[in-house]
């Protein structure tokens, strides 16, 4: 059975890798900087760049509704979630494009959206490229994937990017803000770009649309604030697999309660 494996570096919920090879993996890590909360994937291992991002693997497990983690928490546990009542702009930067990565995104939404609750719109394209340098007061300057903006889906190249070399597929994340105390924290914008020539692989091998799909649920999972799980029947497990394509019972759960946030604010006002 084949499988991409997505290993984390540093999640708040890091999972265990007992099931996991170190080699031929794609990778998408949470990592957490001031208060950027940011996912990312990558590709590690030898061989060609497909054979990197294909290898062998266990089978997935049973699925099973409580396998959900989230990337941040209130004091309380209580997940930070976007504002249910807002829509979640989407700007698509699609310079360097593999051929299909409208409908990926577009497919990826719809799933979202539908399991989530919330409403993640795609409202048109942007030239606006992803700065490795973007300062945290520069995401609050209201260019995309700001805190007053639109999220950034950036489908670009390590040159742009160079947090995209070497074995990175694509990063991004919601920005929280935590407005005036920590129980009343929102995701008020975010960023996630790809690298367009390593999707273009994946692309063109076995069941290359479902996978690359699967790929961009998972950012996007993380965009809404999914953190991984240990059980590899979910899309948002660390490895995944062939044949683990729509979302499963626990990464439904999850997106359920993303969704259920409540509308305490209109972030529009917010001062970040």
Known sequence: MSVI?????????PARRSDASPLKAVAVACGFAL????????????????????GQGPR??????????FMRETAGGVPVTWD???HIRLVVNSRFAPQGADVLLAEAVERVNAASGLTLEVVGPTTEEPDPQ????????GRPGGSRAPVLVAWTTPDVMPKLKGSTIGLGGPIYWYGDSMDRAKYIGGVVTFDSPAMAQVLRGPD?????RAIVMHEVGHLVGLNHVDN???????????????FAAGDRAGLARLGSGGCPYDTGEASG
């Open 232 to 246: 590899t029947s979910q899309v948002m497990a660390p490895s995944a697999h062939h044949g683990v394509y729509e």
């Open 35 to 54: 208060s950027i909360i940011v996912g990312i994937a990558s590709v590690t291992g030898g061989g060609s760049p497909l054979a990197r991002l294909i």
């Open 208 to 212: 290359g649309h479902a996978l690359a």
């Open 5 to 13: 494996y997505l290993d984390p570096h540093g999640p708040r919920r």
């Open 134 to 141: 973007q300062t945290q007061r520069e995401l609050a300057l």
């Open 60 to 69: 997935p497990a049973a699925d099973d509704p409580r396998a959900y983690a």
């Open 84 to 86: 249910p009542c807002l």
